[in-house]
């Protein structure tokens, strides 16, 4: 695939930047399914943004796509309909590249919980690059950005304006944001984004005896304004 040739290019993962549109649809999908975890996959394409004065290439991830007949869990997200996530992935994969815009890996939310990947995620990734089974046209891709959204609720004692709000901020590496439904509850979102390499390795003992450090490099992620 393309953004894999253009990855390895240029020697570093690439941070990432998100689409306002992007930025929209990870919060809402995580809102909308505030207690249980959603997830779908990233389209993006290589851009150079001005960084300090300077040109940098960023990923920029310009889609959002939430799957639809996936199986939420409290704390997991699993395919609910194995022939439906297969057709959706068919769509992904078939159209990755047009325009330039490549299918870069997914995206799952935490319901109260830490903006890191967890052993099961790993797992779950390992299993997810391999799921058309060798199936031609289909390459097992050894890079994967993930994106984790982490969403807490919070109640307010001192109201906010009448009005909903939103706000948002880098915190190290990860971007931070509140939107404020009503005047009394918040949405506290972290967005984190993470390359995970290796994962045409095999067997998957192998994969696993790596180690996270080796495996898993958690990028900046750029707010969109
Ligand atoms: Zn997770």
Redesign the pocket.
């Known amino acids: 695939m393309l953004i894999i040739f253009l990855i390895n290019a240029i020697a570093m993962l690439p941070e990432i930047i998100l689409e306002p549109g992007a930025l929209q649809c990870l919060c809402a999908s995580a809102m909308e399914t505030y207690h249980r975890e959603s997830g779908g996959f990233l389209m993006g394409k290589m851009v150079t943004r001005t960084v300090r004065k300077r040109p940098k290439k960023m990923l920029l991830i310009t889609a959002v796509y939430p799957q639809q007949t996936a199986r939420r869990g409290y704390a997991s997200i699993s395919d609910g309909n194995m022939k439906a996530g297969w057709r959706a992935r068919v769509l992904l994969y078939t159209l990755s590249g047009l325009k330039g815009v490549e299918l870069v890996g997914g995206y ?1 939310t ?1 319901p109260h919980d830490a903006c890191e ?2 052993k099961s ?1 790993l797992n779950y990734l390992y299993e997810e690059v391999r799921y058309h089974k060798g199936r031609e046209g289909f390459a097992v891709m050894d890079k994967w950005l993930e994106i ?1 959204v982490s969403i807490e609720k919070r109640r307010y004692i001192t109201k906010y304006s009448e009005e909903p709000f939103h706000s948002w901020h880098l915190h190290k590496r990860k971007l931070e944001g509140i939107v404020a439904a009503d005047s009394g509850t918040g949405y506290h979102f972290t967005v984190g984004a993470f390359w995970v390499s290796k994962l045409d390795k095999e067997p998957k003992s192998e994969f696993f005896g790596l180690g996270k450090k080796k495996l898993i490099k958690e990028v900046k992620v750029h707010a969109p304004v």
């Open positions: 799952h935490h990947l967890s995620d984790v």
